[in-house]
């Protein structure tokens, strides 16, 4: 076996790699099996150029071999199959042929494949696999990262019982409206008696009616419009481009629709909100985008005391 010295390659998995080996000729193949099988590989060989795709799917190869000379469907052709197929687009392939003809190599790259290796230089054989193995091994380590760190900017961005926005996010998103001196209006909802229906029903009926209300709120919110989850059972939603009267409709129809959810089934038979609205008109206006959403919170503040359940419009 060979064993490279000062190697930087990332250790084997505990996981045997697997390969399969696609030849039509019953020899050539079955001493590639050999050669590859002792390299303590799990290996599979077909000659038969149907069962590719199937192998490919079921087995989930970590290395494709092709052979150049394959019957019917040619090792070119087959590659250019597997590398348009989603499924094994980040599989590596390498095609396999009798000699180094310059002509075949360039060939086969340009029909998709990693490599190109010729079973009688055994020694260049086992180094080729192992290169691609190793790359296999980055590329898929690569990909976790990203995964990962794709999952943590959503935690950074996104609430994680509702799915809808944060407060640090949609914040941000109505200082960039501040920021553009655009007009916008700020809805800042809050479900009324909230705490007694923790307190009645339980936490996790809680969590069920703020899961609905985040997600009406969300369907009834337009491409260019953001709603987050503020805190507790408090929720803003930044209205792009509305002035008092189209914010203050909004806000009405965002209250109607909450209004009319039913959870008799789990809790209570009714769940309100009530809104403060506040508009923010850039023409001559000094206030901050703190001020503003001040001034939408005191807005609520009067729709509490005023009975809940309606929208109050702040004064500029």
Request: charged share 30%; net charge negative; with cysteine.
């Amino acid at each position: 076996m060979l064993v490279p010295t000062n190697s930087s390659a990332p250790p084997l998995a505990e996981q045997r790699p697997r390969l399969l080996v696609v030849h039509g000729d019953v020899p050539a193949r079955q001493e590639l099996h050999a050669l590859l099988q002792m390299e303590g590989y799990d290996v599979i060989s077909v000659g038969d150029t149907d069962e590719v795709f199937r192998l490919a799917a079921e087995f989930e190869p970590d290395i494709i071999t092709l052979d150049v000379d394959l019957p019917h469907n040619g090792g070119f052709e087959i590659c250019g199959e597997l590398r348009a197929s989603d499924l094994q687009h980040q599989t590596p392939i390498v095609l396999v042929g009798k000699t180094h003809d310059e002509d075949m190599i360039a060939r086969a790259l340009f029909a998709g494949a990693d490599d190109f290796i010729v079973p009688s230089r055994k020694l260049e054989v086992r180094a080729r696999i192992r290169v691609q193995l190793r790359n296999k091994r980055y590329r898929d380590a690569l990909a976790r990262v990203r995964i990962e760190r794709d999952g943590l900017r959503r935690d950074l961005r996104f609430d994680s019982l509702t799915g809808i926005l944060n407060r640090r996010s949609v914040e941000a998103a109505m200082r960039v409206h501040h920021d553009s001196n655009e007009r916008f209006a700020v809805l800042f909802c809050d479900i009324d008696h909230f705490k007694s229906i923790n307190d009645r029903f339980g936490h996790d009926v809680g969590d069920t009616v703020l899961k609905a209300v985040a997600e009406m709120l969300k369907q009834g919110t337009r491409p260019g419009d953001s709603v987050g989850r503020y805190g507790g059972e408090e929720f803003v939603l930044v209205v792009a481009g509305a002035g008092p009267e189209s914010a203050r409709l909004v806000a009405e129809r965002h209250r109607k629709t909450i209004e009319s959810l039913d959870f008799s089934g789990v809790g209570p038979s009714r769940v309100t909100v009530s809104i403060g609205v506040a508009v923010y008109e850039p023409e001559g206006s000094e206030e901050s985008a703190d001020e503003m959403l001040k001034r939408a919170d005191l807005a609520l503040y009067k729709a509490k005391n005023s009975g809940r359940n309606r929208v109050v419009l702040s004064s500029p």
